[in-house]
Nanobody, 111 residues
């Protein structure tokens, strides 16, 4: 089982990034997926979740209206479109299902 995130980087406030999570080693379409982030010196924070078919999504209040989670079951890939980024979005972002996490990708929002 493997989850590999990509797409992180440094962006100015108000900018956008699109994170991807490539899944392998399990039947991706059978599992709800989530994005979780961890800011420096803080504990993990759940950010967003999506059901198996992609038709139902969930967000923490702080990102509602700015982030969009989606999935492509044919490509075994999970996405997180992040718009209107703020400095407080700076964190390592992880995709996960159950107790399985990827290695994370760093997102830094700074002017």
């Amino acid at each position: 089982v493997q989850l590999v995130e990509s797409g992180g980087g440094m962006v100015q406030p108000g900018g956008s990034l699109r994170l991807s999570c490539a899944a392998s080693g399990f039947t991706f379409s059978n599992y709800a997926m989530s994005w979780v982030r961890q800011a420096p010196g803080k504990g993990p924070e759940w950010v967003s979740g999506i059901n198996t078919g992609g038709g139902t999504t969930y967000y923490v209040d702080s990102v509602k209206g700015r982030f969009t989670i989606s999935r492509d079951n044919a490509k075994n890939t999970l996405y997180l479109q992040m718009d209107s980024l703020k400095p407080e979005d700076t964190a390592v972002y992880y995709c996960k299902f159950g107790s399985t996490w990827g290695q994370g990708t760093q997102v830094t929002v700074s002017s």
